[in-house]
């Protein structure tokens, strides 16, 4: 019995990665953004960060999502970053 029980959470795993490859190819078309302006908003984000703090790129998040607007509760777009801040760099004023 325990056999299966390792297959249904695999199927269920799979299952849940496809679903949310899914809903990031409908944002992206709803919000008619390529994956490339994606990497290009992405780099762009990066590279001005990186002028302030040390980041961690290897936990470094950004993703286009899907979300409600508090004023009228209408779907709207949202670029969604989480930027680990090793350091900030140490600027002399």
Do not use: C, W
Not at 50 to 78: C, F, G, H, V
Request: cysteine-free; glycine content about 2%.
């Amino acid at each position: 019995m325990g056999l299966f029980r390792i297959f249904n959470r695999e199927e269920k795993r799979s299952k849940n990665i496809a679903k949310e490859r899914l809903k990031l190819v409908l944002i992206h078309d709803r919000a008619h953004m390529s994956p490339k302006f994606l990497q290009m908003v992405e780099g762009d984000i990066i590279r001005v960060i990186k002028q302030y703090a040390e980041i961690d790129e290897e936990e470094l998040d950004i993703k286009l999502t899907r979300m409600k607007r508090e004023s009228d509760n209408m779907p709207m777009s949202a670029l969604v970053a989480n930027i680990p801040i090793v350091k900030i760099r140490d600027f002399e004023r």
